[in-house]
Antibody, heavy 115, light 107 residues
Framework: VQLVESGGGLVKPGGSLRLSCAVSGFTFSDYYMSWIRQAPGKGLEWVSYISGGGDVMYNADSVKGRFTISRDNAKNSLYLQMNGLRAEDTAVYYC?????????WGQGTLVSVSS | DIQMTQSPSSVSASVGDRVTITCRASQDISSWLAWYQQKPGKAPRLLIYAASTLQSGIPSRFSGSGSGADFTLTISSLQPEDSATYYCQQANTFPSTFGPGTKVHIK
């Protein structure tokens, strides 16, 4: 069982990034999936989740209107499209299996927002 | 949003000691609580869910208890590999929220 995030990097304020999470070892479409982030030296913040079929999704208020979660069950992949990035979005972003209990986690990908 | 608090913020204990971490929710969350362990530079790992159910593969020295608004994580006999930060998470009300964490150090 493996979750592998990618797509992080350095971006200027107002810019965009698309994170990906490649999943293997379980039936991806059976599970809710979540994105959680952790600012440097800080605690955990749940960002977004999506149902197994992709028809139910919710975002935290801090990213509402800017971030969009999606999934491609044929490709066993989860995505997070991040627009209008702000300095306070700087964090390690983790994908995880499940909501609300986060059963399995990826290793994370770092997003840095700075001019 | 439901606010989660943890105490203590850090604890230092010896190998073999019993360690207890407390988590309090700002309102009743029934048994919708999880505990996670995070080591530096690593992703969190689920230890306990539904307040007291041990996740598969987690050593039995970890246990959880409580319901309503007050919860406890206990490490019955601290081991060197338990040095980490521990987070509680409420799963009762959207959005799910985490406590600020408790750092456990080995003396």
């Amino acid at each position: 069982v493996q979750l592998v995030e990618s797509g992080g990097g350095l971006v200027k304020p107002g810019g965009s990034l698309r994170l990906s999470c490649a999943v293997s070892g379980f039936t991806f479409s059976d599970y809710y999936m979540s994105w959680i982030r952790q600012a440097p030296g800080k605690g955990l913040e749940w960002v977004s989740y999506i149902s197994g079929g992709g028809d139910v999704m919710y975002n935290a208020d801090s990213v509402k209107g800017r971030f969009t979660i999606s999934r491609d069950n044929a490709k066993n992949s989860l995505y997070l499209q991040m627009n209008g990035l702000r300095a306070e979005d700087t964090a390690v972003y983790y994908c995880a299996r499940g909501y609300p209990f986060l059963i399995l986690w990826g290793q994370g990908t770092l997003v840095s927002v700075s001019s | 949003d439901i606010q989660m608090t943890q105490s203590p913020s850090s604890v230092s204990a010896s190998v073999g000691d019993r360690v207890t971490i407390t988590c309090r929710a700002s309102q009743d969350i029934s048994s919708w609580l999880a505990w996670y362990q995070q080591k530096p530079g690593k992703a969190p790992r689920l230890l306990i869910y539904a307040a007291s159910t041990l996740q598969s593969g987690i050593p039995s020295r970890f246990s959880g208890s409580g319901s309503g608004a007050d919860f406890t994580l206990t490490i019955s006999s601290l081991q060197p590999e338990d040095s980490a930060t521990y987070y509680c998470q409420q799963a009762n009300t959207f959005p799910s929220t985490f406590g600020p964490g408790t750092k456990v150090h080995i003396k």
